[in-house]
């Protein structure tokens, strides 16, 4: 992934694949890209453009075509997608973003 993230103008980033049963989804994260700042306009004005919002924890992310999108300290991207809503969300309710707010630092 941090070979792409090059094409995107540089930062860092990991992606895993998660399977229970038969469902097979993934979970991306991204840090530090200059393509990242974008996405704060878009999830302040979610509704706006026909997107539901959706907690997870403290967190809000978007969710659109079956894929779940946050910001996390304006600086990190969290994306899951490939599964049913609620195991993504499960899924991401047990990552720690307070400590991910540190990455780098």
């Known amino acids: ?10 930062g860092v980033g990991a992606e895993a694949k998660y399977t229970k049963g038969d469902e097979t989804f ?4 991204m840090a530090d890209s200059p393509m990242i700042a ?7 004005s979610a ?6 919002l959706e907690r997870v924890g403290r967190e809000k992310f978007l969710y659109d075509d079956g894929d779940l999108t ?6 990190i991207l969290v994306q899951a997608s490939g599964t049913d809503k ?4 499960d899924t991401l309710a047990q990552m720690d973003f307070k400590a991910l707010e540190d990455f780098g630092d």
């Open 38 to 44: 974008m996405f704060g306009g878009m999830l302040s």
């Open 47 to 52: 509704g706006l453009l026909g997107m539901r």
């Open 26 to 29: 993934s979970v991306s994260i």
């Open 1 to 10: 992934m941090n070979a792409g993230m090059a094409l995107l103008g540089g």
């Open 70 to 75: 946050g910001l996390i300290d304006n600086r």
């Open 86 to 89: 609620q195991v993504m969300i």
